[in-house]
């Protein structure tokens, strides 16, 4: 006769932490995380220990001191008297310029060379691939102080465009100066200009906001909402009627009128470079740190893109660049209608870690005596109040700050681009 | 058990931030080599020569210490520093001892956790131009483009005295002076600014030196020396009395030529006897033998001769003594005594 018994009731011994499958991994990560942690506090402590023993404290009292050095290129008011907080927001500024001017120049060349590659006339193509080899293969800091050396070297000194027999002379109707120092353009003058606004006062983070620039932007704004609109408009009387009116002359007067009667009423005029003592005196100096840092970031970082892209577009199957053609759309247009909106949601993803990569990357401005956060901050800063830790643990947190931004971002472009499944 | 070893990294940390402050001679002699921060080089001052031996009038003070510490005086690596990196690789003990043209200011000396252990060049900030400029004074500067290195004090000056004489410049920062040579010969800059001693150096390493001028102004103090950690005031006694032996060995008339036969037995001057270790007990109180001030001066010879040797004026950088003349002579250079 069979009895049934229960099963007897385990009771929980120690030893089955290491040799119960059920507890085992659990007993792993616990003591990895302890062992962890100990490492991070050892770190730690042994950071704070060397600092107490040399004499030094963390603190950040240095930020409300004068940074007494100077900066060439400033987005906004600065003179050596500010604060360090404030010299490193003028740094700030300039490495998001030169990152956000980088990620565009290197996504327009890169798609144009990844589709370039692809083509089928063989001369281009093969010089699309030694292009991508060159840069891809090089590192980056190479191509910064190369870009430099040419433009230093191989362009004339503003002395070049001085005197009776100058042997240079300003192109594009005397506006445009192109001399070792970098490249003046005219600037956008306004003879009734509305003024500035400040935001935060008199404060480190004061930031002047161009009244003109705001009426442009509000009346452009405005005019691509009309513009819209009548599209919105025609598209519905064709709906109902099957005949298109002609609109295109209203989109063009809605687009450019009021923005010209605006410039008008603003006394919009350009600012030519002049010569002026030393250097030209007048419009927008463009630095060749600036200029030389941006070639070489945009031409490598569009390296890598132009793989993505060439990799994006060969994933979309062949059929539907032969769907498309038996429907009679042409080449250009099966591209830009067909194959890229697909490719997008390959391309996207890695795009997002080139931008980041390009960002991280500008941190090399230094070596081309640009003066981004790295060269503020965690340079001049760094080593005129010897803060080491401070300065460096706070740059890493801004530059984590920008990419963090960047991801996000790009992800809700991604989600926007991305195959909606139903 | 988590808790003790918590506790013994943390003793750990504790000893090893410890060792990190002191002994930097035991560390030094049991190493075997000086390690030397110089400047990344600079004609005259450190800089190597065709075969890769270091030479100049910074080097010959690391010379002169690593002679008096460890006998030899090519027992010293000579690690090249910027203006940005020189103070944390001296923080961080990758050097012993910084011997390169680094200004002794306030807040270096004391924020910084340096010490300055004297001055080896009473130097002060110039400009240099070139002549085809017609440029005669440095406030016709309005406007111009000037190269300068980051991380120095000649970066401030610079913004002092424009915003002072209410001109405008441009500024053109670098890293090192190889680097400002290109830019400045290229026209890229205008204006090169540095040290007046290093403006001379510069200068020496052209092609056509007579082509630039260096502008009379001089805007700024400059007392460069070597420096030393704070803390270790072993190490910092033992740099410091080494430069002032190789003073006084000037003043005493004490060379490289009669040094061997000086030491040879006492002569009727006490203090040579003393510095020469043949009288008294100068070496032990400093934790050396008693011919180290021998062992240094035979190593480049005096300060007189490391200067006319390296920087003097029948050297390409041809800089006269000036202010860095013996207190006897009109200049500025004094050691205190060897009592």
Not at chain 1, 50 to 73: C, M, R, T, W
Not at chain 2, 7 to 20: C, D, K, R, S, T
Request: with cysteine; proline share 4%; aromatic share 8%.
């Amino acid at each position: 006769m069979a009895t049934m018994t229960d099963p007897p009731r385990e009771s929980f011994r120690l030893s089955m932490l290491i040799y119960d499958t059920r507890y085992r991994s659990l007993t792993i990560q616990v003591i990895a995380l302890f062992a962890f942690m100990l490492l991070v506090a050892w770190i730690i402590s042994n950071t704070v220990q060397n600092l107490a023993s040399l004499g030094k404290e963390v603190e950040f009292g240095f930020f409300s001191e004068p940074a007494s050095y100077d900066i060439n290129q400033r987005l906004l008011d600065y003179t050596s008297r500010d604060t360090h907080l404030r010299a490193s927001f003028m740094g700030l500024l300039n490495t998001l310029v030169v990152a956000v001017l980088g990620c565009i120049t290197a996504t327009i060349i890169g798609v144009l060379v990844g589709v370039a590659r692809l083509s089928r006339n063989w001369l281009i193509a093969r010089i699309m691939t030694v292009y991508v080899e060159m840069f891809r293969n090089v590192p980056v800091l190479l191509w910064i102080v190369f870009a430099m050396a040419i433009l230093i070297e191989s362009l004339p000194s503003p002395r070049a465009f001085r005197g009776e027999n100058a042997t240079q002379s300003l192109i594009l109707n005397d506006s445009v100066a192109i001399t070792n120092r970098g490249v003046y353009v005219p600037e956008a003058l306004f003879s009734r200009s509305l003024g500035d606004v400040r935001l935060f006062g008199e404060s480190s983070l004061r930031f002047d906001v161009s009244l003109d620039l705001v009426a442009i932007i509000a009346v452009l704004a405005a005019s691509f909402f009309v513009f819209r609109r009548i599209r919105i408009w025609a598209e519905r009387v064709q709906n109902e009627t099957g005949n298109r009116p002609t609109t295109w002359h209203f989109q063009v007067a809605v687009l450019v009128v009021p923005t010209f009667i605006l410039l008008a009423a603003l006394g919009f005029h350009l600012g030519k470079p002049e010569l002026k003592g030393f250097n030209f005196a007048g419009g927008t100096h463009l630095r060749n740190s600036l200029i030389a840092l941006w070639i070489a970031l945009s031409l490598y970082t569009a390296a890598f893109i132009a793989e993505i892209v060439r990799g994006g577009i060969l994933a979309i199957s062949k059929g539907q660049t032969e769907a498309a053609g038996s429907l009679g759309l042409r080449p250009n247009r099966i591209m830009s209608l067909v194959i890229l909106p697909q490719a997008l949601r390959v391309i996207i993803p890695p795009l997002i870690s080139n931008y980041l990569n390009l960002t991280k990357n500008s941190s090399l401005a230094i070596a081309v005596g640009y003066l981004d956060i790295t060269g503020t901050l965690g340079g001049i800063t760094l080593n005129q109040t010897g803060r080491e830790l401070e300065c460096l643990l706070l740059l890493m947190l801004i530059y984590l700050c920008i990419s963090l931004t960047i991801s996000v971002f790009m992800n809700i472009y991604n989600k926007r681009v991305a195959l909606v499944e139903r | 058990m988590q808790k003790s070893v918590f506790y013994g990294a943390l003793a750990a940390a504790v000893v090893i931030g410890g060792a990190a402050g002191a002994a930097t001679l035991d560390d030094v002699k049991a190493r075997g080599n000086l390690n030397c921060g110089v400047s990344t080089g600079l004609v005259g001052f450190a800089s190597p020569d065709a075969s890769g031996n270091w030479e100049g009038f910074d080097v010959a003070v690391c010379r002169a210490v690593a002679a008096a510490v460890l006998g030899d005086p090519q027992a010293v690596e000579f690690i090249p520093t910027t203006g940005k990196t020189r103070f944390t690789a001296l923080a961080s003990g990758e050097v012993d001892m910084l011997a390169r043209n680094t200004t002794w200011t306030f807040s270096r000396d004391t924020d910084l956790k340096l010490d300055f252990i004297g001055v080896n060049y009473y130097d002060g900030q110039g400009f240099m131009v070139p002549k085809a400029l017609g440029v005669t004074s440095a406030k016709d500067l309005d406007g111009a483009t000037v190269c300068i290195q980051t991380g120095t004090t000649t970066e401030l000056n610079l913004a002092d005295f424009f915003r002072v004489n209410n001109i405008s410049y441009e500024p053109v920062p670098i890293e090192t002076n190889a680097e400002a040579q290109q830019q400045y010969l290229a026209e890229a800059c205008d204006v090169y600014t540095t040290d007046a001693s290093g403006l001379a150096a510069t200068r020496a390493s052209f092609e056509s030196p007579g082509d630039h001028v260096i502008l009379p102004e001089i805007i700024s103090k400059e007392p460069l020396g070597p420096v030393v950690r704070h803390g270790d005031n072993e190490w910092g006694d033992i740099v410091r009395w080494t430069l002032n032996a190789l003073i006084s060995a000037e003043e005493l008339g004490i060379t490289s030529a009669n040094v061997g036969e000086l030491s040879g037995g006492p002569t009727n001057n006490p203090e040579i006897n003393r510095l020469l270790g043949t009288e008294g007990t100068l070496g032990d109180m400093i934790g050396l033998d008693s011919e180290w001030a021998q062992r240094a001066i035979m190593a480049e010879g005096n300060y007189g001769e490391i200067f006319e040797k390296n920087i003097g004026e029948n050297t390409p950088v041809g800089l006269a003594r000036g202010l860095n003349a013996q207190y006897t002579e009109g200049g500025l250079i004094y050691s205190p005594p060897f009592r």
